[in-house]
């Protein structure tokens, strides 16, 4: 790669920015507010998500995003899930005819249910073999710290997946590249979802077996509903699903799981909300996987109890109560 932009200087956008100049591509991060930006060109950080990070120089930064875009063969989308849509009807007229779009969002958009390659495909108007996606155990600080971690490029296209792979590939990132986009995708979105009820069980000082028993179901529902909608089963036991599921779970720096630990604790969404002032993707993707999982037939357990005790108010003990008198069954 040549060049890229990174749309979205948030944590993973800033840190991802870095794993690419580390890589050797010059990178132009689109910030949207202007004094962000211009710390990044003056200073080298990134004041209000990693002010302890210093940049590569091949990292610079603007507000403008026609000027990010502009001539990059990489386009790398890290802004909220929800925001995506939005953001990107605003930068298509931007892209070069062959650039590649690279999805860094974990989410299902509320709504339409579609993942996050799909309202790409739908908004920018690019087949679906030009979007890839990048999914795994990957929280932003531990990567910005070099600390080392592997993850998935997943695309249709081997060809394009392998140069994404190539251009981000770092002493301390290892990327495996993957043909099933779905699979990671929904890893990606409901791992979040799973993290929120794994901070609402450590808050209610919930024991390790509660945990374990968390993460197990939690990807067996994962599994279920990835299969419905064609994934391969065994991209849930790789880095896009066991792998990261395990990381947002058992992470303090999560912000899904510290948003479920407010949760836990008997605030209220909104109190939730105020105290944590960062996207928790899970909070508004239960919502879309909620209603995914019932267009498809499939039982979402975990993720109807988390959507019910952030949406609708359900105390977290009745929400357990819930899970655990369920009709038994075989595993
Ligand atoms: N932070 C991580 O550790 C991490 C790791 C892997 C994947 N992800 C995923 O990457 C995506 C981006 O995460 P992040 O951590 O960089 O997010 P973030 O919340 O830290 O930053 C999002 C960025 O998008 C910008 N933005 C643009 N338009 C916006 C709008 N309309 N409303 C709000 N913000 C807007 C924000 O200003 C901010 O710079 C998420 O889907 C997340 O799940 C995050
Ligand atoms: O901080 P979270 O909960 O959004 O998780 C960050 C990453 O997705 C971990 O891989």
Same mark, same amino acid.
């Given at each position: 790669?040549t060049s890229?932009?990174?749309?979205?200087a948030?944590?993973?956008?800033?840190a991802? #920015?870095?794993?690419? #100049?580390?890589?050797?591509?010059?990178?132009?991060?689109? #910030?949207r507010?202007?004094?962000? #930006?211009?710390?990044?060109?003056?200073?080298?950080?990134?004041?209000?998500?990693?002010?302890?990070?210093?940049l590569?120089?091949?990292?610079?930064?603007?507000?403008?995003?026609?000027k990010?875009?502009?001539? =990059?063969?990489?386009?790398v989308?890290?802004?909220p899930?929800?925001?995506l849509?939005?953001?990107?009807?605003?930068?298509?007229?931007?892209?070069a005819?062959? =650039?590649?779009?690279?999805?860094?969002?974990?989410?299902?958009?509320?709504? /339409? /249910?579609?993942?996050?390659?799909?309202?790409?495909v739908?908004?920018?108007g690019?087949?679906?073999d030009?979007v890839?996606?990048?999914?795994?155990?990957?929280?932003?600080?531990?990567?910005?710290?070099?600390?080392?971690?592997? !993850?998935v490029?997943? *695309? !249709?296209?081997?060809?394009?997946?392998?140069?994404?792979?190539?251009?981000?590939?770092?002493?301390?990132?290892?990327?495996?590249?993957n043909d099933?986009v779905?699979? *990671?995708?929904?890893?990606?979105?409901?791992?979040?979802?799973?993290?929120?009820?794994?901070?609402?069980?450590?808050?209610?000082?919930?024991?390790?077996? /509660?945990?374990?028993?968390?993460?197990?179901?939690?990807?067996?529902?994962t599994?279920r509903?990835?299969?419905a909608?064609?994934?391969?089963?065994?991209?849930?036991?790789?880095?896009?699903?066991?792998?990261?599921?395990?990381a947002?779970?058992s992470?303090?720096?999560?912000?899904?799981?510290t948003?479920? %630990?407010?949760?836990?604790?008997?605030?209220?969404?909104?109190?939730?909300? =105020?105290?944590t002032?960062?996207?928790?993707?899970?909070?508004?993707? *239960?919502?879309?996987?909620?209603?995914?999982a019932r267009t498809?037939?499939?039982?979402?357990p975990?993720?109807?109890?988390?959507?019910?005790?952030?949406?609708e108010?359900?105390?977290?003990?009745?929400?357990l109560?819930?899970?655990?008198?369920? %009709? /038994?069954?075989?595993?």
């Amino acid at each position: 790669m040549t060049s890229a932009a990174v749309l979205g200087a948030g944590s993973w956008g800033t840190a991802f #920015a870095k794993v690419l #100049a580390d890589a050797g591509t010059d990178v132009t991060i689109w #910030a949207r507010r202007e004094p962000v #930006a211009a710390a990044i060109r003056e200073y080298g950080t990134n004041p209000d998500y990693l002010p302890a990070v210093r940049l590569p120089e091949r990292v610079t930064a603007t507000s403008d995003a026609g000027k990010a875009i502009a001539g =990059a063969d990489l386009v790398v989308l890290a802004v909220p899930s929800q925001t995506l849509r939005g953001n990107l009807a605003d930068w298509t007229g931007f892209l070069a005819p062959d =650039a590649t779009l690279v999805s860094l969002m974990k989410g299902i958009e509320l709504g /339409t /249910t579609k993942r996050m390659s799909e309202v790409i495909v739908e908004t920018a108007g690019v087949p679906a073999d030009r979007v890839v996606v990048v999914s795994g155990p990957n929280l932003a600080a531990e990567i910005a710290a070099e600390q080392p971690a592997a !993850t998935v490029v997943a *695309c !249709t296209d081997g060809t394009r997946a392998t140069q994404v792979q190539r251009a981000v590939t770092t002493p301390y990132f290892r990327p495996y590249t993957n043909d099933d986009v779905v699979g *990671c995708e929904l890893g990606g979105a409901v791992k979040n979802v799973i993290a929120l009820a794994y901070g609402i069980a450590t808050a209610m000082r919930l024991g390790d077996n /509660t945990k374990a028993s968390l993460i197990t179901r939690g990807l067996a529902e994962t599994a279920r509903l990835g299969v419905a909608l064609g994934a391969d089963p065994l991209t849930f036991a790789g880095l896009a699903g066991l792998g990261d599921l395990v990381a947002t779970c058992s992470s303090p720096l999560s912000r899904n799981r510290t948003f479920g %630990e407010h949760l836990g604790r008997g605030e209220t969404l909104e109190q939730a909300q =105020a105290a944590t002032r960062q996207t928790a993707e899970g909070v508004k993707s *239960c919502l879309a996987l909620r209603d995914l999982a019932r267009t498809h037939g499939v039982d979402m357990p975990i993720t109807e109890q988390v959507e019910l005790v952030c949406h609708e108010g359900v105390n977290p003990r009745s929400a357990l109560i819930a899970l655990m008198s369920r %009709e /038994t069954k075989p595993e």
